[in-house]
């Protein structure tokens, strides 16, 4: 009877997500209180229960993702992405400038959205493949491919953050493990690129364009990276003084790291970080700016509250039993969280929802497979997100930003974007369960 309630709960959010086209937040919901109902609990107890887990989930991270979108919106805004970019595309040489747009994507969709940074930087490849005669779509698939690793792998992009929240685990080890995944498959996509990019012919009858938005001389490469880096080192101080051994000591260092490596004092660092971006801006259209990154932020909060809603009634019931796991290994468990996450992605298309969503069906079996460490917790997370990014198709919006923007029809795009994600997310579980070996 549980097992059928989980089917056909996780089938009514496929469906009404796909073909009704509702929001996540009403289907998540939706399940969660039709999944009390058939398991027969009260309706007290289903209301308290949702309650409960919408408010656990958002404690931790509901001002991380408002902090994080916000940052995101003022790099975006005052052309910083663009001054990241260009830093590193400098940095690494226009002989090696596939890789350095990749790289380049990579670091920009960990705070900013892989669709938003895709337009922006998009204009940069037409240009950069005149100067050097390499095919433009290998830059495309290159930066499609680089932004979207990090999109799933690093917070404090919504994904991760709200699976840490959801699987209880360390947001500082799953950055400092998320960013040891997230390149190398980052890197899979540059080399696909390489491989695929000069096979692909672009949609000659169809020109897209977009503006190319004028850097700002007043904005700096240091003070371009500043919001971005400073609450990444700070998580990760936090995690390496919190480790059992205490390598930093005990002392004042510890309790300032502790204080200043929490997700939420390092994120607001990072804010006023970004506010420096935009001294120069006038003051209404730096109100609008923050009203737009809570507008973003308000949706992806409600989503990670209503799918952990979801994750507190599953946890009522003994998954475990019922699908008779009991003899999984922590190998197992691990790919039990990658599979069912990529066919939640493949089906829906979205990796948030893919994210949220098979965290709070994993959530009850970590102590079943036995992943119940902190390291253990962060690779179940970055599971998941491997899942999550397996595949990118048609059903994913992202999917049609990359083919719009890089001029190329759906064919060109199946067989140089999707394809390039279902790489990516293979390479990114075989190191995870690598690293479940190795630590």
């Known amino acids: 009877m549980e097992l059928l309630v989980i089917g056909v709960v996780v089938i009514f959010i496929i469906v009404a997500t796909v073909k009704f086209k509702m929001h996540p937040i009403f289907s998540l919901t939706i399940a969660a209180i039709a999944s009390g109902f058939m398991l027969g609990l009260a309706p007290q107890e289903i209301m308290s229960t949702l309650g409960e887990g919408f408010g656990k989930t958002l404690s931790s991270i509901g001002l ?16 910083s992405t663009q001054v990241l970019a260009n830093s590193i595309l400098k940095l690494i040489g226009l002989k090696r400038s596939p890789l350095a747009i990749n790289l380049a994507g990579f670091v920009i969709s960990i705070p900013v959205y892989c669709d938003s940074g895709f337009i922006i930087l998009s204009s940069l490849n037409k240009a950069i493949s005149k100067k050097t005669g390499i095919p433009a779509l290998v830059f495309a698939i290159a930066l499609a491919t680089g932004l979207y690793s990090a999109h799933v792998f690093v917070p404090p992009t919504p994904g991760p953050l709200a699976a840490a929240a959801i699987l209880g685990a360390d947001l500082g080890l799953v950055l400092v493990l998320g960013l040891a995944v997230a390149i190398p498959v980052s890197l899979t996509g540059y080399v696909w690129a390489r491989f695929i990019g000069k096979t692909l012919t672009e949609n000659e009858e169809i020109e897209v364009t977009e503006e190319t938005e004028t850097l700002p001389s007043s904005v700096k490469p240091y003070q371009a990276f500043l919001p971005l880096l400073a609450p990444i080192v700070l998580i ?21 790291l502790g204080f200043l490596g929490s997700p939420i004092i390092a994120l607001l660092i990072g804010v006023f970080f970004a506010f420096v971006l935009a001294k120069k801006s006038p003051s209404e259209e730096k109100q609008g700016w923050v009203a737009e990154a809570f507008k973003q932020a308000g949706a992806i909060v409600l989503i990670t509250g209503a799918g952990g809603a979801f994750g507190a009634i599953l946890r009522t019931i003994d998954i475990a039993s019922v699908i008779n ?115």
């Open 236 to 256: 990760a101080l936090k995690s390496v003084a919190d480790y059992p051994t205490h390598p930093l000591g005990e002392g004042m260092l510890f309790q300032v």
């Open 64 to 79: 991380v993702i408002a902090f994080g979108t916000v940052i995101g919106i003022y790099l975006e805004k005052t052309g």
């Open 325 to 439: 796991l009991e003899s999984s290994t922590g190998l197992g468990g691990l790919l039990i969280a990658f599979v069912i996450a990529a066919v939640l992605k493949t089906a829906q298309g979205s990796s948030t929802v893919a994210i949220i969503t098979t965290s709070a069906i994993i959530a009850p079996l970590l102590e079943t497979f036995g992943l119940l460490s902190l390291t253990d917790k962060a690779l179940v997370v970055l599971a998941v997100g491997a899942g999550a990014m397996t595949v990118s198709h048609i059903n994913d919006s992202y999917f049609w930003v990359v083919s719009q923007f890089s001029n190329i029809n759906v064919k060109m795009a199946l067989r140089g974007h999707t394809l390039g994600t279902l790489f990516q997310g293979i390479v990114g579980i075989s190191i995870i369960l690598l690293l479940y070996l190795v630590l």
